[in-house]
């Protein structure tokens, strides 16, 4: 393939980067565009090759792509979490989501489906019964939770407590999550709110100091003075429990005395809602593949590259803080041998020796965002490169890579931040083993 035909081909896909540093490319670039390598598909051919170009589209390429067929998403682990108003409910789910940082937890509340009453019925909003079952609008609630279930986003309504109505036009975006919990007096009253739950937690505290935690939130948070509360307490509050929330303790698979306040019970559940998603949990299944374990902190920086209103210097900082803990942790499964040092004080120190050869690879068009961390990670490390591009509407793969001449001896991180069905990683480990290193078979 002419020099000049090949330079074409990397300019026109060295398109958006991660710090290339173009964030408007990022914006505007169409993955679904004919010549995009996201689009790539290969079909029966032998591979050929000439002055580092390949057009890969025989059998390896081929089982590459049908390898790399996305798996079908997997359903959410719903809890739902009872209990008398006041009993510690909410305190439960926050120890939860604490807990469970490495995976994705949402809360939606039972509250926030309360339906809006009338102006008759604001007027007379001290005789309204708020813990009955009809002051709640099932039915949007099973449509939301329907839609979570099927990992789709849903907007929750807001309910304004001291005006009694829903804010019209203020919603809570609630995205798909790995773990969603619906927490309310009522939740296991209907049972076809009770089917879409995996389990169901009631939290148990005494009476009294149900009592006094109420009295003290709906004066504090809802503006109300402790005779309206009492009242409501003594008409509405203690039958409800009595008739339905009560009643509903049966349907319960964990029991939670004190609330809160039980630690013991609590880290137990978590324990079973890890086992539970770990049986999905692809490092289980596959033990080649390691997964950075997420924190609040990387959770804040990937909200921060998510907003559309981030500057590019701001995008570039925290992208790259990203990429370096993915290449340190990457480095981190790489052999290592023992070796023995002498500290200043004289002492001998056992510890261990970094793997010497190594070299990394970037796949055109994001794979360059990382280069900079790996370098900074590995000092005078080679770098080479790979495209793979797709060539006109025939399905043709073409293939060019600049490698080290002694990648087979070398341990190779192949980089690619942009990680979609990794098609391009699996082309990439067919062409070059059987094309670039002569069947010869490297450590990738």
Request: hydrophobic content about 40%.
């Amino acid at each position: 393939m002419p020099e000049k035909a090949v330079d074409d081909v990397m300019e026109a896909a060295v398109g958006a980067h991660f710090s290339g540093l173009r964030l408007e490319a990022l914006r505007l670039s169409s993955p679904s565009s004919p010549s995009s390598p996201s689009s790539a598909r290969a079909s029966p051919a032998a591979a050929t090759h000439s002055n580092g170009a390949v057009y890969a589209n025989g059998t390896a390429a081929a089982a590459a792509v049908e390898l790399a067929s996305p798996p079908a998403a997997r359903q959410p682990f719903v809890i739902g979490v009872s209990g008398g108003t006041a009993s510690g409910k909410t305190t439960v789910c926050d120890m939860i989501i604490q807990q469970l940082h490495d995976h994705r937890v949402v809360l939606v509340n039972q509250d926030s489906f309360y339906r809006g009453l009338t102006a008759e019925e604001s007027a007379r909003a001290q005789d309204y019964n708020f813990d009955h079952p009809d002051a709640f609008d099932t039915e949007q609630l099973l449509e939301c939770m329907g839609q979570l279930k099927r990992a789709q986003p849903v907007n929750v309504p807001i309910y304004d407590f001291k005006k009694h109505r829903r804010c019209s036009e203020s919603f809570r975006k609630v995205n798909a999550s790995d773990v969603i919990i619906l927490e309310g007096i009522l939740v296991f009253h209907d049972q076809r709110v009770r089917n879409l739950m995996d389990m169901k937690i009631f939290v148990d505290t005494d009476a009294d100091i149900r009592l006094a935690r109420r009295i003290r939130r709906d004066t504090v948070e809802r503006g109300r003075d402790i005779s309206s509360v009492l009242d409501q307490y003594g008409r509405f509050v203690k039958p409800a429990f009595d008739d339905f929330v009560l009643p509903s303790k049966k349907y319960a698979d964990v029991i939670i005395p004190r609330g809160g306040d039980n630690h013991v019970a609590v880290d137990l559940i978590v324990e079973h809602i890890r086992t539970k998603l770990g049986q999905h949990d692809l490092c289980k299944i596959y033990p080649n593949v390691h997964v950075v374990q997420s924190t609040f902190q990387i959770r804040g920086m990937h909200t921060l590259i998510r907003d559309r209103d981030i500057t590019t210097p701001d995008f570039v900082f925290y992208s790259d803080r990203l990429i370096r803990l993915v290449v340190e942790h990457g480095l981190g499964h790489l052999p290592f041998t023992e070796k023995q040092v002498i500290t200043p004080t004289g002492s001998v120190y056992m510890g261990v020796d970094f793997c010497k050869k190594l070299c990394g690879v970037s796949i055109v068009r994001s794979g360059e965002s990382m280069e900079n961390a790996l370098r900074a990670c590995c000092k005078g490390i080679k770098i080479g490169k790979i495209l793979i591009h797709r060539v006109g509407d025939n399905g043709q793969q073409l293939v060019y890579h600049k490698l080290p001449m002694d990648i087979a001896e070398r341990h190779v991180l192949l980089m690619d931040p942009v990680l979609g069905t990794g098609r391009f990683c699996l082309l990439f480990c067919f062409c070059s083993l059987f094309v670039r290193t002569g069947g010869i078979r490297f450590r990738l």
